[in-house]
């Protein structure tokens, strides 16, 4: 199975699968639901093998780091449109790929069919070429969590509630600074404010600017 998508439709045996795996819920019922729910679960069985092959001296709290930064949906939406699936998935009228996870989703769609489609290596030689250049760049000595996580974990240490997030949506036409929000701890009356084009990117701004405004050592 190739990544090169006019190739891996070629290598498909049941064409009805790879149909139905960019088959979003707005365009039909018979939708690729099902076959995302499969093809997360072998995209995390497959990251999480690799890893532990490859970083023998790493622990459990670093693998699942690294582990949560090439499953995330920002990183599978960003592989989907590597190998042009927003050109090929069946949407319905009015919905669209943009500020959502469609694509990372159609992704793993895919991932499942493949696995249904002609087995388990296979689907590994798919995910190979997918993954190569990223598991060659990978620097596991690098923090991987996200501001939102790193966030959480210092706060649960101290044994402190959870942040809260406000968020407000300032309209389409604002495009990059569309929504902003508001990371607060109410116990230690602190906060702070991001901006970005998505809901996930204005809340990980926000808890990034609290962290380097109060948790810069920790």
């Given at each position: 199975m190739s990544s090169n998508f006019k190739k891996l439709k070629s290598d498909f045996n049941n064409?009805?699968?790879?149909?139905?795996?960019?088959?979003h819920k707005s365009a039909s019922k018979n939708n690729n639901e099902r076959l995302e729910f499969l093809g997360d679960a072998i995209i995390n069985?497959?990251?999480a093998e690799k890893l532990f092959e490859t970083y023998i001296d790493l622990q459990e709290g670093k693998l699942t780091q690294l582990r949560?930064?090439?499953?995330?949906?920002?990183?599978?939406?960003?592989l989907g449109l590597s190998i042009g699936l927003s050109q090929e998935l069946r949407l319905g009228k009015g919905?669209?790929?943009?500020?959502?996870?469609?694509i990372g989703n159609a992704l793993e769609a895919i991932v499942g069919a493949i696995f249904l489609?002609?087995?388990?290596?296979?689907?590994?030689?798919f995910l190979d070429e997918l993954?190569?250049?990223?598991?060659?760049?990978?620097?596991?000595?690098?923090?991987?969590?996200?501001?939102?996580?790193?966030?959480?974990?210092?706060?649960?240490?101290?044994?402190?509630?959870?942040?809260?997030?406000?968020?407000?949506?300032?309209?389409?036409?604002y495009?990059?600074?569309?929504?902003v929000s508001t990371c607060s701890s109410n116990d230690l009356a602190i906060s702070a404010m991001g901006k970005g084009k998505t809901k996930?990117?204005?809340?990980?701004?926000?808890?990034?600017?609290l962290l380097e405004e109060h948790f810069k050592n920790e």
């Amino acid at each position: 199975m190739s990544s090169n998508f006019k190739k891996l439709k070629s290598d498909f045996n049941n064409k009805a699968l790879l149909d139905l795996a960019l088959t979003h819920k707005s365009a039909s019922k018979n939708n690729n639901e099902r076959l995302e729910f499969l093809g997360d679960a072998i995209i995390n069985f497959y990251v999480a093998e690799k890893l532990f092959e490859t970083y023998i001296d790493l622990q459990e709290g670093k693998l699942t780091q690294l582990r949560a930064s090439l499953v995330s949906r920002n990183f599978l939406n960003s592989l989907g449109l590597s190998i042009g699936l927003s050109q090929e998935l069946r949407l319905g009228k009015g919905e669209s790929t943009e500020n959502n996870s469609i694509i990372g989703n159609a992704l793993e769609a895919i991932v499942g069919a493949i696995f249904l489609d002609s087995g388990l290596e296979n689907t590994k030689k798919f995910l190979d070429e997918l993954y190569l250049e990223k598991f060659a760049n990978l620097q596991p000595n690098l923090d991987s969590r996200d501001s939102k996580s790193h966030l959480q974990e210092i706060l649960q240490k101290k044994g402190l509630p959870l942040p809260t997030y406000q968020l407000m949506d300032h309209g389409p036409k604002y495009i990059d600074d569309r929504f902003v929000s508001t990371c607060s701890s109410n116990d230690l009356a602190i906060s702070a404010m991001g901006k970005g084009k998505t809901k996930k990117i204005a809340e990980q701004e926000a808890a990034k600017l609290l962290l380097e405004e109060h948790f810069k050592n920790e």
